[in-house]
């Protein structure tokens, strides 16, 4: 889905592409017309049509080479090379166009040298007037949200950089959880630290937040967890660093429940059912490790993880898939595997099937973790 940050983005360096796509054709009119008088004396309807199909030409370009990508942050050797490209591809379209079309303007190649010569220039410069633009006055542009970072000192710095590089969004204060009382007040990399781990919560209540970002040590993040349904309630859209969700074994979304579903006469299946279940996985895990200090699958060490969770070919082709498609860190691929084992363990099977993997994978594959 496209945010509206994006189809801002499209507009805004569309237009302009534009702008300097017309200034290009103006500055080879009165150069190659007006100068060097290698124009012939064309009528208005020739020139309506061949800048209509210049305009349409640029516009396939545009959607052929991205120029919204990363446009803050690529280099000027990015954005030659960029200007390279689309022009060069922009003037065999443009010509593909004037001789399927027929059209009368055809015969100036010195114009549509001219205009591509022109454009090579004006485009990286065009592009470093809107990166300043962006980056300087967003909230002249009337897209600004507003975010607030919550984090240790040695991590706040780099969180800072990383977030105002993008230009839709305003870094409005920091909570540094170790913060004394007397820190709080000054400033890290021009932002003002509000809090720290007392007072955090009391300033996002009041600050007027659109988004939170939350980077905490390790040790700290369970912990942490009770306070993300109320950011969530307040309605923050919170965003984690990855080894925060490492720590947390299953990621479920709980939609509402709408009014059919509760009035099906379906019978779910009896707590007591469950239990039985539960308590037979329980007496496996037991038997599985009787002598050890791991009471249950959730605490197996590597080694154990290698001799109780093994893979089958189709398990091991599903694993790789999931790597690769959630990004998936080595503490999230034994959390998965201990999550498989239990979940065989819970339907009596001796090995984790490909059905079990995937439940398993599923519990990490919440929008939390996109």
Not at 233 to 258: A, C, K, N, Q, Y
Not at 336 to 343: C, D, E, G, Q, S
């Amino acid at each position: 889905m496209i945010t509206k940050r994006e189809k801002l983005q499209y507009v805004y360096v569309f237009l302009t592409d534009i702008a300097a796509l017309a200034a290009s054709v103006i500055l080879a009119w009165l150069i190659v017309g007006g100068i060097m008088g290698q124009l012939l004396p064309y009528s208005v309807l020739d020139w309506v049509q061949a800048l209509v199909l210049l305009v349409l030409a640029y516009t396939v370009t545009f959607f052929c080479f991205d120029q919204t990508e990363n446009i803050v942050k690529r280099t000027r050797g990015q954005e030659a090379k960029l200007s390279i490209k689309s022009n060069l591809l922009m003037m065999v379209i443009y010509s593909a166009f004037l001789t399927l079309s027929k059209a009368v303007l055809q015969d100036s190649r010195y114009f549509l040298v001219g205009v591509v010569s022109f454009n090579l220039f004006l485009l990286p410069a065009a592009h470093g007037l809107l990166k300043k633009l962006l980056v300087k006055a967003p909230d002249s542009l009337q897209n600004e949200t507003l975010v607030g970072i919550v984090t240790t000192g040695d991590h706040a710095g780099k969180m800072i950089r990383e977030i105002s590089n993008d230009w839709s969004r305003r870094v409005c204060g920091v909570a540094l959880l170790e913060a004394t009382g007397d820190a709080i007040g000054t400033k890290v990399e021009n932002i003002e630290i509000k809090a720290n781990y007392d007072t955090f919560m009391n300033w996002l209540r009041r600050a007027a937040l659109d988004e939170v970002y939350i980077d905490v040590p390790m040790d700290s993040g369970e912990s942490f967890i009770p306070y993300l349904e109320e950011m969530e309630s307040m309605g923050l859209t919170v965003h984690f660093r990855m080894p925060l969700l490492d720590r947390i074994d299953m990621h479920v979304e709980v939609p509402s429940v709408e009014y059919e579903a509760m009035r099906r006469k379906e019978q779910p299946e009896p707590s007591s059912a469950i239990r039985e279940r539960v308590n037979a996985a329980r007496e496996v895990q037991k038997k599985r490790f009787a002598g050890t200090e791991v009471s249950c699958n959730a605490y197996m060490t590597p080694a154990m993880i290698g001799q109780y969770c093994a893979l089958d070919a189709a398990g091991e082709k599903l694993m790789q898939g999931a790597f690769e498609r959630l990004g998936l860190t080595a503490r999230s691929h034994d959390r998965i595997l201990r999550m498989a084992r239990t979940i065989a363990d819970l339907e009596g099977s001796e090995r984790i099937e490909a059905a079990h993997l995937a439940e398993a994978i599923q519990y990490r594959s919440s929008s939390t973790l996109k």
